[in-house]
């Protein structure tokens, strides 16, 4: 791995050296923006002037802090099961009120729980996708007659690359990310004439804290990045340049298309 990284080989990476003046003053929803890949999104479009709001099950009020501290702006955070569709549309509706309606749409929020496929049960199955796929189409249900009546509006639907590679361990989170590449393609057949572009955005395998608690170890991980073309192991900042460009008029003629964000792995076999 290149360069003086940690026992988990992250390095420093720079501040982000692009500005997109047009996502100055759009109103964001960011779901799941409070923790993870979502928290660094959430950091990502403030730094471009945008008014973010996220919704997010857990209490984000440190995180509101911390970015207030260092942007003299806070996000809009809005506590939510997403799940629970009424309280999600009820939170895109108070994002709406507070930064006018939505223009930038990401759903991010993502449950990659691993699960034995002898041992799923309807339950698990269904709140998988529930998590994945589900609140991600009655979200862009919600915002997509505003974006309609604006001629204009962008939607990034996060996916993974683990449902292009075959990954096994969380048949239902990789059906669900299938299921969502094929939603934004559908999406952005049907709504791209009234000027709405439906892109996804497929990550490989990010150091989040969650994911280094949880399933990664660092052996793991340095074997896992041998096997990319670039030798450094992605962090959710590794993210956040991917969504803002396909949120931004710099990728105005690109829709229902996937980047993958994954450091070659796919690339790479």
């Known amino acids: 791995m290149s360069g003086a990284g940690d026992a988990w080989g992250e390095v420093p990476r720079p501040p982000l050296p692009m500005r997109l003046a047009d996502l100055a003053g759009r109103s964001v929803f960011v779901t799941g923006g409070g923790s993870g ?35 003299g702006t806070r996000p809009l955070a809005l506590r939510a099961d997403i799940t629970d569709i009424p309280a999600l549309r009820a939170a895109l509706d108070t994002a709406a009120a507070r930064h006018g309606p939505i223009e930038v749409l990401v759903n991010n ?18 709140r998988a996708t529930a998590i994945n796929l589900k609140a991600a189409f009655f979200a862009c249900q919600a915002v997509l007659p505003a974006m309609q009546r604006a001629g204009r509006g962008a939607i990034v ?96 003629m690109l829709t229902g298309q996937v980047m993958v964000v994954d450091g070659g792995l796919v690339a790479g076999g």
């Not at 929020?109 to 269904?126: I, N, P, Q």
Request: hydrophobic share 45%.
């Open 37 to 71: 890949i979502g928290a660094a999104l959430t950091e990502g479009f403030m730094d471009q002037g945008a008014n973010v709001a996220f919704v997010q099950r857990s209490d984000a009020g440190g995180f509101c802090d911390a970015l207030e501290a260092r942007h």
């Open 109 to 126: 929020a993502a449950d990659d729980t691993r699960h034995d496929t002898l041992e799923v049960t309807e339950a698990d199955w269904d």
């Open 157 to 252: 639907n996060i996916s993974s690359v683990a449902y292009m590679m075959g990954m096994g361990g969380f048949p239902g989170y990789t059906a669900s990310k299938a299921g969502l590449v094929s939603l934004s393609r559908t999406l952005a057949r049907e709504w791209g004439p009234h000027g709405i572009r439906v892109n996804a955005l497929a990550p490989g395998m990010v150091l989040t804290e969650r994911q280094k608690r949880l399933w990664l170890t660092p052996e793991g991980v340095a074997a896992h990045v041998a096997a990319q073309c670039l030798r450094t192991p992605l962090v959710p900042e590794d993210i956040v340049g991917g969504v803002l460009f396909l949120a931004s008029e710099a990728s105005r």
